[in-house]
């Protein structure tokens, strides 16, 4: 099963947090997701245990609990449907999104008056 933890602190890192779960069961991979551009954790990651037995333990153990002062956010981790794996940042150009239409607006108000 593939668990999300969330609400890490920035100072963990994986083999703290592959402790905390192994308690529970053995655990395949652990990953902390780190900003690309500071390598700084984001403060959360992913948890994969493959007994789901162990691993539903671990989540109703571990969630809500804390570590270094935070209260820590862990469940079972839903992937996206492919639609919503977009990234926002170039929806403007292109596609729809407004962009490169001058002057264009759809408030009303700025349009009153005759018909062009």
Not at 4 to 12: D, K, M, Q, T
Not at 45 to 67: H, R, S, W, Y
Request: no cysteine.
């Amino acid at each position: 099963m593939n668990i999300f933890v969330g609400s890490l602190p920035f100072s963990i890192e994986e083999a703290d947090l592959r402790g905390f779960f192994e308690e529970y069961g053995a655990v395949d991979s652990v990953k902390i997701i780190s900003d690309k551009f500071t390598g700084r954790s984001k403060g959360f990651g992913f948890v994969e245990m493959p007994n789901d037995a162990e691993a539903q333990k671990a989540i109703d153990e571990l969630n809500g609990g804390t570590v270094e002062g935070r209260t820590i956010v862990v469940n079972k981790s839903e992937p996206k449907p492919e639609g919503e794996r977009r990234s926002s940042f170039n929806r403007g150009a292109g596609n729809g999104g407004g962009a490169g239409r001058g002057n264009f607006s759809n408030n009303r108000d700025n349009n009153r008056g005759g018909r062009y």
